[in-house]
């Protein structure tokens, strides 16, 4: 029977750190990127129980929707527009307290309060999204930012 991740608490970091080796064992000697992407999703979603979990790609200059764990998404989203699309042209990540207060914001869901969006990258470009989305206010932190982005250089992008 797999492991239910949700019950294992504790605090943000050791989440995290307790994650992280799973996902390296899901991502270990798998070589598709979708597949990859929809692991790591699902064990995020899992372990955290956000609103909503996944990634876009770059393609013909959009993100578009990749694999996600959660309501209903955008499907396309156009360089600097909302979270996103601003993370991806500032090539930056943005941890936003309150959507509400981000100016051009996308609501997907209007349940979203607020957001994290770190961009990966390849070659110095950025080819994609991860977009971490919570019901409550200030869900988002430096923590997070930290062990996303060391989830991220796991992928092979």
Same mark, same amino acid.
């Given at each position: 029977?797999?492991? #239910? ?20 064992? %899901? %991502? ?6 979708? &597949? ?12 955290? *129980? ?25 499907? !396309? ?7 996103? *699309?601003?993370?991806?042209?500032? &090539? ?5 307290? +309150?959507?509400?207060?981000?100016? *051009?914001?996308? &609501?997907?869901?209007?349940?979203? !309060? ?9 070659? *110095? ?5 991860? #977009?971490? +989305?919570?019901? #409550? ?6 923590? #997070? ?13």
């Amino acid at each position: 029977m797999a492991e #239910d991740l949700s019950i294992s608490k504790g605090s943000k970091e050791e989440q995290y750190q307790s994650l992280i080796p799973q996902i390296t064992g %899901l %991502l270990e000697g798998e070589t598709d990127l979708v &597949a990859n992407l929809a692991n790591v999703a699902a064990a995020l979603k899992e372990q955290f *129980g956000w609103l909503w979990i996944g990634f876009y790609l770059v393609k013909n200059e959009e993100l578009v929707l990749g694999p996600f764990q959660g309501p209903v998404a955008c499907t !396309r989203i156009k360089k600097g527009r909302g979270v996103c *699309g601003s993370s991806w042209a500032q &090539a930056t990540t943005l941890i936003v307290p +309150d959507v509400e207060l981000f100016p *051009g914001h996308i &609501a997907c869901s209007s349940s979203s !309060r607020s957001e994290i969006v770190l961009p990966m990258f390849k070659d *110095g470009e950025v080819v994609g999204v991860l #977009d971490a +989305d919570s019901t #409550d206010l200030n869900t988002f932190d430096q923590t #997070d930012q930290h062990y996303l982005g060391a989830i991220i250089s796991l992928l092979k992008l």
